[in-house]
C-alpha cells in the first residue's frame, strides 16, 4: 500500500502536468481566431481539455484539501465543500471520455463516411450537447442522492463507503453521516464504469476508422506508377492510416 501523504503527493504532481497540458491546449484554440472560429477538430479537443482540467485538478490537485477534516492527511474541508468539489469532478470524469467518443465520431464521419463540411456542422452541437447533458444529469443526480463524500482514496467523489469510513460496517458503533444505499452504490458503479465503456466505443470506432482509410490507401496504390515501381515502399505511402492508428491510441 502506498502511504496516504505519498499518494497525495503523487496525485498533484500527477494532476499538474495534466491541466498544464490541457490548459495549453485551452489558450492555443482560444487565441487562434482559425481554430476557435471554423475548426470542429478544435472546438471538440477544447471542451475535451476543459473537462479535463475539471477532472485532474480538483480531484488530484485538490486532493484531500477539500475532505472534511480529520478525515485524511492535509484534510481542511467540510461535508460542504467535499460534496461542492466531487459534483466538478463528476461533471470532467463522465463529460472526458464522452467527450473522446465525440472525437472519434468525428473522425468517423468525416474519414469513413465522407460526411460534407456542411453536415458536419449540422451534426456539430451533438459532439458538446451528449457530453456536457450527461455529464451534468449524473452529476446533479448523484448530488442529490447523496452519493458522493470523502473517498478512501483521498479525494472527494462518488464512493461505495458511507462516512466518516467504517461507519456503516456491521460491528461499527460510529453512526453514519452519510450512508449507502442501492441508489449510491448504482450511481457509483456508473461513474467508475463509465469511463471504461468509452475507451471500449472509441477503441472500436477508431479501428474501422482506421480500416477505412487504410482500404483507400490500398486501392490508391493499384493505380499508382510509382508505388509499382517500388514494391518495397508501399509501407511508407500509407502515412494516413497510420496517423489515424496513433491518433486513436
Not at 464522452?98 to 453536415?119: G, P, V
Not at 444505499?181 to 457509483?188: A, C, K, Y
Request: with cysteine.
Amino acid at each position: 500500500m502506498i502511504p496516504q501523504l505519498s499518494l497525495q503527493i503523487i496525485y498533484k504532481v500527477g494532476g499538474t502536468i495534466s491541466c498544464l497540458g490541457s490548459g495549453y491546449i485551452i489558450q492555443d484554440v482560444l487565441r487562434n481566431p482559425d481554430k476557435r472560429s471554423k475548426s470542429i477538430y478544435h472546438r471538440i479537443m477544447l471542451g475535451l481539455s476543459t473537462m479535463d482540467i475539471f477532472f485532474t485538478f480538483f480531484a488530484f490537485v485538490l486532493g484531500s484539501w477539500p475532505m472534511p477534516k480529520g478525515s485524511f492527511p492535509w484534510a481542511v474541508g467540510s461535508i460542504a465543500s467535499c460534496d461542492v468539489v466531487a459534483f466538478i469532478v463528476a461533471v470532467g470524469q463522465l463529460g472526458s471520455p464522452l467527450y473522446n467518443c465525440s472525437l472519434a465520431s468525428f473522425y468517423s464521419l468525416q474519414l469513413k463516411c465522407n460526411w460534407t463540411d456542411r453536415k458536419m456542422k449540422k451534426a456539430e452541437k451533438w459532439f458538446h450537447i451528449v457530453p456536457c447533458s450527461f455529464a451534468l444529469s449524473y452529476s446533479i443526480t448523484a448530488l442529490c442522492t447523496n452519493t458522493f463524500g470523502p473517498t478512501t482514496s483521498g479525494f472527494c467523489g462518488a464512493t461505495f463507503f458511507g462516512y466518516p469510513h467504517g461507519c456503516d460496517k456491521p460491528e461499527s458503533e460510529v453512526e453514519c453521516i452519510r450512508n449507502r444505499g442501492e441508489i449510491n452504490r448504482v450511481l457509483t458503479l456508473i461513474g467508475y464504469l463509465w469511463p471504461s465503456l468509452c475507451i471500449l466505443c472509441v477503441s472500436i470506432v477508431m479501428f474501422q476508422v482506421y480500416g477505412a482509410v487504410h482500404n483507400i490507401e490500398v486501392n490508391a496504390e493499384k493505380y499508382s506508377f510509382v508505388v509499382k515501381l517500388r514494391e518495397h515502399e508501399k509501407k511508407k505511402t500509407r502515412k494516413r492510416s497510420r496517423r489515424v492508428m496513433t491518433q486513436g491510441i
